[in-house]
C-alpha cells in the first residue's frame, strides 16, 4: 500500500465555519507534512510533522491547526478562514524526515472559502 | 541556508524531442538526495527520478534522466522522446530541504 489518502476531494466553507481535513498513510511513514498549493504555483510548506511532533509550522497563521493524533493519520483544523484560503491543501508523507526516500502525496483537499 | 531554484518557469517542447529542465540547490551537507517530481494538470504529485549523491553515475529511468553535477550543485532534468503525457509541472524538491519545492516548471509538450 503505497497510498496517501485525503479527505475530502472538496470542501466549501463559509468563514465562520469550522471543518478538519484528514490525511492517513499506511507505509509505516514517520513523517507528515501539509502544503497549500495555489493555481500555477509551488506547494508552499505550511507544517512538518515528525514521529508525531510537530516539526516545523512556517508561520501558519492561527486559524490552520494541525493535529497528527497517531502515526497514521493528520488532520489540519480550519476555522475562521478568509477567501484567500481557497487553494488545494496536499498532504505528503515519508519515511523520516530529511531521509533517503521520496514523499508520497495524497490527491489533495479542494478547498474553497466562500 | 539550503535552498532550491528553478530559474525556468514555463518550457514547451514538440512531441518526440528532447528538453531539459535544471535545477540548483544548495546545501552543506554531502551525503543526501535529489528528487524530481511531476504534477500533471489535476493529478497526483508523483516521483520521476532520483539521484544519490555519492553516487557518479547519472540515475536514469526510461526517458527520464538526469545530468547532476555535484561541484556545481545542478540537478537537470532531461526527458527524451517526450510525449504528451509529460505535460505537466516539474518540481525539484530534495528532502534536505524538508520537501520544501523549487518554484516549478511548467512543461507543454506540442503534437
Known amino acids: 500500500d503505497t497510498e496517501v489518502t485525503q479527505t475530502p476531494k472538496h470542501l466549501v466553507m463559509g468563514m465562520t465555519n469550522k471543518k478538519s481535513l484528514k490525511c492517513e498513510q499506511h507505509?509505516?511513514?514517520?513523517?507528515m507534512y501539509w502544503y497549500k498549493q495555489k493555481a500555477k504555483k509551488p506547494p508552499e510548506l505550511m507544517f512538518v510533522y515528525s514521529y508525531e511532533k510537530l516539526s516545523i509550522n512556517e508561520s501558519v497563521p492561527s486559524r490552520f491547526s494541525p493535529e497528527c493524533p497517531n502515526s497514521s493519520l493528520l488532520n489540519l483544523h480550519l476555522h475562521a478562514l478568509q477567501p484567500e484560503d481557497s487553494a488545494l491543501y496536499l498532504c505528503a508523507s515519508s519515511q523520516e524526515r530529511g531521509a533517503s526516500t521520496e514523499a508520497f502525496f495524497g490527491q489533495g483537499t479542494r478547498l474553497t472559502v466562500v | 541556508a539550503q535552498t532550491v531554484t528553478q530559474s525556468q518557469p514555463e518550457m514547451s517542447v514538440q512531441e518526440a524531442e528532447t528538453v531539459t529542465l535544471s535545477c540548483t540547490y544548495d546545501t552543506s551537507e554531502s551525503n543526501y538526495y535529489l528528487f524530481w517530481y511531476k504534477q500533471p494538470p489535476s493529478r497526483q504529485m508523483i516521483l520521476v527520478i532520483r539521484q544519490e549523491a555519492y553516487k557518479q553515475q547519472n540515475a536514469t529511468e526510461n526517458r527520464f534522466s538526469v545530468n547532476f553535477q555535484k561541484a556545481a550543485k545542478s540537478f537537470s532534468l532531461k526527458i527524451s522522446d517526450s510525449q504528451l503525457g509529460d505535460t505537466a509541472m516539474y518540481f525539484c524538491a530534495p528532502p534536505f530541504a524538508d520537501m520544501r519545492f523549487g518554484a516549478g516548471t511548467r512543461l507543454t509538450v506540442k503534437p
Open positions: 507505509m509505516g511513514h514517520r513523517a
